[in-house]
């Protein structure tokens, strides 16, 4: 997987036993930020939070022929990329605008880490592209 822009090698970790995220205890991976070698040991403890994403854009291409894909994600200001802990045969790239709770916080939706308000009648369009080659 290639970014377009440098990214950080130490990311917030998953807590299985509760699907909070931990950002004070940081998961680090093998990575120059950059390029990553995606393997099926990344996913372990689920997904790759690549929180305020400094890229843009990110290619996954294929280690046995010429295809790939990338994703344009200019409105989400985070990347996820899992897949299943049983080496499933699909990678998933998933902008968002926020992330799951994060072990720190409370639980009042308002107070939380990345939420986005609208006001009354307002409406926001988010949108990422694909490009499949």
Known sequence: ????KTEKNN???NVLENGLVNRKNL???NFDGKSLSLQHELFTND???FYKSNSKKAKLKSNKDNHSVEIYFDYFDN???WSTVNKGKFIALEPMTG????LDENDIF???TQVKFLEPNHT???RFTLKLN
């Open 99 to 102: 992330i799951s709770t994060f």
């Open 79 to 81: 990347l996820l990329v």
């Open 11 to 13: 990311l917030p970790e």
């Open 110 to 112: 308002e107070e939380k």
């Open 124 to 126: 926001s369009i988010l």
């Open 47 to 49: 997904a790759l939070i």
């Open 27 to 29: 998961r680090l991976i």
């Open 1 to 4: 997987m290639i970014f377009d």
